[in-house]
């Protein structure tokens, strides 16, 4: 079954980086977009961006332009998300996103990680 | 501000039907089926209930069900039960190649 295993909760200071991954199991990894998606506390869903499925192609929301990168290792499965130059208002639960079909759905989603950013 | 607009919140009582709208522009749900909704329930991530418009993925109830008209989407759930309290969020690809969520609405069973 298709799974998505993300990293553990974060506590970051103001002004540093953090980098989440998202380990994908149960498909043929290759075939499909990642969303990066967060939440911050008792907020909605904010889409931060879309990584292609070779990796070689990524789209981020204006919003984080500059701020964010997407990678993906495809030897090992995993997809990254680094966002740097992190502010309070970065506090969030990020999802990793598995994209179905190049249809700007998800059918699965990672557990979440929670960034905290304080000082 | 989410670039989606849906009511913050409605209800209804177990066995009722309810509807949660989502109107975006004709940059967005106007222009294209790539309208997707998504159940969230209190500490879990997200669940896709509807995609592209209107269907239904496998093992969601048929109680759900999504339509379109215009720059409006639409989430109806049909004899609601206890366990569809949650919050709900459309979402819809966009012009500028960018996705968008509404800014979701809390469904209380009463």
């Known amino acids: 079954q298709v799974q998505l295993v993300q990293s553990g909760a974060e506590v970051k200071k103001p002004g540093a980086s953090v980098k989440v991954s998202c380990k994908a199991t149960?498909?043929?990894?290759?075939?499909?977009?990642m969303h990066w998606v967060r939440q911050a506390p008792g907020q909605g869903l904010e889409w931060m961006g879309i990584?292609?499925?070779?990796?070689?192609?990524?789209t981020y929301a204006q919003k984080f332009q500059g701020r964010v990168t997407m990678t993906r290792d495809t030897s090992t499965r995993t997809d990254y998300m680094e966002l740097s130059s992190l502010k309070s208002e970065d506090t969030a639960v990020y999802y990793c996103?598995?994209?179905?079909?190049?249809?700007?759905?998800?059918?699965?989603w990672g557990q979440g990680t929670l960034v905290i950013v304080s000082s | 501000q989410s670039a989606l607009t849906q009511p913050a919140s409605v209800s209804g009582s177990p066995g009722q039907s309810i509807t949660i709208s989502c109107t975006g522009t004709s940059s967005d749900v106007g222009s294209y089926n790539y309208v997707s909704w998504y159940q969230q329930h209190p500490g879990k991530a997200p669940k896709l209930m509807i995609y592209?418009?209107?269907n239904r993925p496998s093992g969601v109830s048929n109680r759900f069900s999504g339509s379109k008209s215009g720059n409006t989407a639409s989430l109806s759930i049909s004899g609601l039960q206890t366990e569809d309290e949650a919050d709900y969020y459309c979402?819809?690809?966009?012009?500028?190649?960018?996705?968008?969520f509404g800014g979701g609405t809390k469904l209380t069973v009463l």
């Open positions: 990584i292609s499925p070779s990796g070689d192609s990524t």
């Open positions: 979402s819809s690809y966009t012009n500028r190649d960018s996705w968008d």
């Open positions: 996103a598995r994209d179905l079909a190049g249809s700007w759905t998800v059918d699965y």
């Open positions: 149960g498909y043929t990894f290759t075939s499909n977009h």
């Open positions: 592209d418009v209107s």
